[in-house]
C-alpha cells in the first residue's frame, strides 16, 4: 500500500531547467531508499539518480553535474532538479521506493526537451 505521484514534467527548450517532485504516502514508516529512473522511446529503463536512506546521493554519468536529487522527510517527498537539458534527456522519469526487497513505482511523468 505505497502510492508514490510524478509531478513536474512538461516540456522545455535546451539549456532549461526544470523540476520533479514525487510525493510518496501509504504505508512508508521510515526513509526509504529512492530513485529516479527514466524510459525514452525504444529504451530500456535507467536509473537516473538515487538516494539512500543516510541521504547519499548517486547519479547516472550521462547527468551527473547536471541533476540533483534530494529528499524532504517530513512529506515523503523525492525532487530531481534537472539543469542543462538537452534532448537526450527527452523520456518518461519514474520515481522509484524501496522497502526491503519490494519496489514501488510511480506513473511516470513526461519529460520532453526540445532541440
Known amino acids: 500500500q505505497v502510492q508514490l505521484v510524478e509531478s513536474g514534467g512538461g516540456l522545455v527548450q535546451a539549456g532549461r531547467s526544470l523540476r520533479l517532485s514525487c510525493a510518496a504516502s501509504?504505508?512508508?514508516?521510515?526513509?526509504?531508499?529512492m530513485g529516479w529512473y527514466r524510459q525514452a522511446p525504444g529504451k530500456q529503463r535507467e536509473l537516473v539518480a538515487a538516494?539512500?536512506?543516510?541521504?547519499?546521493?548517486s547519479y547516472a554519468d550521462s547527468v551527473k553535474g547536471r541533476f540533483t536529487i534530494s529528499r524532504d522527510g517530513a512529506k515523503n517527498t523525492v525532487y530531481l532538479q534537472m539543469n542543462s537539458l538537452n534532448a537526450e534527456d527527452t523520456a518518461v522519469y519514474y520515481c522509484?521506493?524501496?522497502?526491503?526487497?519490494?519496489?514501488?513505482w510511480g506513473q511516470g511523468t513526461q519529460v520532453t526537451v526540445a532541440s
Open positions: 538516494i539512500t536512506r543516510d541521504g547519499s546521493t
Open positions: 522509484q521506493l524501496r522497502i526491503y526487497a519490494n519496489d514501488y
Open positions: 501509504g504505508s512508508i514508516f521510515s526513509i526509504r531508499p
